[in-house]
């Protein structure tokens, strides 16, 4: 039988549909008292879940501001098994004293039963609605970074392959220098790419390099050089390629969409797959990480500068005003290191471009 969770899970379920820590306090992001909630014009009274929703989605159908799910979830609604929606509970919106409540009604059938001497086992049918659509930043979760100068200081190194071979592909014998001797066996074989550029900000300084993953690597002996076999490879391992212990995959459970709580400014510095202009869904890299307080989760504001225009009225017919920003969508921050982010357009109301400005929604 389904445990059940304290009712401060129940706020994860609407947005971030994992578990979540048994607290009941509000998240940072979440909307002061007094601050209005605003409905999504065209909101349903009740929404049924289908198979392909994001959390996300369901949540914007109901209010403008996604992130302010702590505000408007119903404590007292208490279901079995609230860490999770899945295809077929219906999101209700009901108002309490005249203010928007949401509340989740479960599917009568969840799960599937198997009887066994002398107990019950419980198997779930459905899988639990995702709060981000995962395929679109599978391969960023998964294992690509960003380096450091220190993580290249301290890094190891490819030196050669077996058979004198300038590349080396899965299944290959690899060796390398600088692996230090301990727990780790496995490893991730990265390659350097462009320099993230402080471009737009206050100092034009390097941030980092960008982390090309190759494969993944394990150890047969430690010692100088270490001898590794290639276990998997998404490209040509090369002399010079970089081995790093393998990063944990992050978890879905760090997805929690919330405005940061204090005011952050930015600026969009890389577009991934892209030339200049990003689109919904597309993955950009902001100056800001984990130094400059953002975490996993963070929603942010892409605005547009505003463009210089010709004042035709004024006596000076060099006179010009500088129009104000424009915003231009939302960003949700999936991924930090120590000076840049990655982050996942969530919406998009015009073109968003390289250096756009990102701040507190």
């Known amino acids: 039988m389904f445990f059940k969770k304290s009712l401060a899970s129940l706020l994860f379920v609407l947005v971030a549909g994992v578990t979540l820590a048994a607290d009941v306090t509000p998240r940072a992001g979440a909307a002061k008292s007094g601050d209005e909630i605003v409905l999504h014009p065209n909101y349903p ?17 109901f209010l403008r501001d996604p992130w302010r799910w702590p505000d408007v979830w119903d404590f007292e609604n208490k279901i079995e098994n609230p860490q999770y929606i899945y295809p077929g509970d ?22 599937a039963t198997t009887r066994l001497t002398p107990r019950i086992r419980a198997t779930k049918l459905d899988r639990a609605i995702p709060t981000l659509p995962i395929d679109a930043i ?35 014998q690899i060796y390398a220098r600088g692996l230090p001797a301990g ?4 490893f991730a074989i990265y390659r350097t790419g462009k320099s993230y550029q402080n471009t737009g900000g206050k100092s034009d300084e390097l941030l980092g390099y960008e982390a090309i993953y190759i494969g993944t690597a394990m150890v047969k002996t430690f010692g100088d050089p270490s001898t590794l076999q290639i276990v998997d490879a998404n490209r040509e391992t090369l002399i010079g390629d970089r081995l790093l212990p393998m990063a944990r995959p992050e978890s879905d459970s760090q997805w929690v969409p919330r405005a940061p709580e204090a005011p952050v400014e930015g600026r969009i510095i890389d577009v ?5 202009r990003v689109g919904q869904f597309q993955t950009v890299v902001l100056n800001l990480g984990e130094l400059d307080g953002l975490q996993r989760g963070h929603v942010l504001a892409v605005y547009r500068a505003g463009s210089d225009a010709r004042d035709v009225v ?6 010009s005003v500088q129009l104000p920003d424009t915003r231009a969508g939302l960003a949700m921050v999936f991924r930090t290191f120590d000076r840049v982010s990655y982050a996942l357009i969530m919406k998009a109301e015009q073109d968003i471009r390289l250096y756009d400005a990102v701040r507190k929604p």
């Open 138 to 172: 599978k391969q960023f979760v998964s294992q690509p970074r960003v380096l450091t100068e220190r993580d290249l200081q301290s890094s190891g190194y490819v030196v050669a392959s077996s058979g004198d071979h300038l590349i080396g592909g899965t299944g290959d």
């Open 314 to 319: 004024s006596s000076d017919s060099r006179d």
């Open 45 to 61: 009274a009740r929404y049924v879940v289908r198979t392909g929703d994001t959390l996300w989605e369901i949540a914007s159908r």
């Open 183 to 186: 727990k780790n066996n496995s």
């Open 272 to 276: 991934v797959d892209a030339v200049a």
């Open 90 to 111: 219906v999101v209700v919106l009901v108002k309490t004293n005249g203010k928007p409540m949401l509340k989740v009604q479960r599917s009568e059938a969840k799960a």
